[in-house]
Antibody
């Protein structure tokens, strides 16, 4: 059964870079029919798509965040990562990773990780 | 980007009643490029419906999806106390994927 788990610092200072890792078990992150995505949810708010990518580095971004987002994967650890630069308090949120079974483009996302709360504060 | 508008914002019903949740798109998402998720308090979203009408694995048959183009509906045929949650629609017709603002379902 596919399982995803986010990890990373819970507190980041303003204007620094937020870094999160998603550990995947039950499937290979270089699977042909998989996109791997990041989402976030500010306190009391709805879901926001950040970006998703697949093994050949094909990436789809939310344009509002694209200039600050980078993603990478570590095939030896079956993990993928998110970096969000120059964070402000508006980036405080629960960050989720998830998988999409889309072959050519991402579609729906299932399953999701449990989420990691990141607070931006000095 | 495609904007999704969900209504109502809050739905308060008694157990056993039928819940009808709506999701409207600012432009067509084709026949079926739409998913529904359930998010219970303190938990991650869970996929309920994909391709507008297909139930995800393990989802009870009291949940059903319908619609096409710009108007979609999630129906809970007989509401149960465990269905208390916020429900979100998501389109994957075009990038970026976007979500509706959510409908909160409460039990009277």
């Amino acid at each position: 059964q596919l399982h995803l788990q986010e990890s990373g610092p819970g507190l980041v200072k303003p204007w620094e870079t937020l870094s999160l890792t998603c550990s995947v078990s039950g499937d290979s992150i270089i699977g042909i029919r998989s996109y791997w995505g990041w989402f976030r949810q500010a306190p009391g708010k709805g879901l926001e798509y950040i970006a998703s990518f697949r093994h050949d580095r094909t990436t789809f971004y939310n344009p509002s965040l694209k200039s600050r987002v980078s993603m990478s994967l570590d095939t030896s650890k079956n993990q993928f990562s998110l970096k969000l630069s120059s964070v402000t308090a508006a980036d405080t949120a629960i960050y989720y990773c998830a998988r999409s079974p889309g072959a050519d483009v991402p579609n729906w996302f299932d399953p999701w990780g449990q989420g990691a709360l990141v607070t931006v504060s000095s | 980007e495609i904007v999704l508008t969900q209504s109502p914002a809050t739905l308060s019903l008694s157990p056993g009643e039928r819940a009808t949740l709506s999701c409207g798109a600012s432009q067509s998402v084709n026949i079926n490029y739409l998913a529904w998720y359930q998010q219970k308090p303190g938990l991650a979203p869970r996929l309920l419906i994909y391709d507008a009408i297909r139930r995800a694995t393990g989802i009870p048959d009291r949940f059903s999806g319908s619609g096409s183009g710009t108007d979609f509906t999630l129906t809970i045929s007989r509401l149960e106390p465990e269905d208390v949650a916020v429900y979100y629609c998501q389109q994957y017709r075009s990038s970026p994927a976007t979500f509706g603002g959510g409908t909160k379902v409460e039990i009277k």
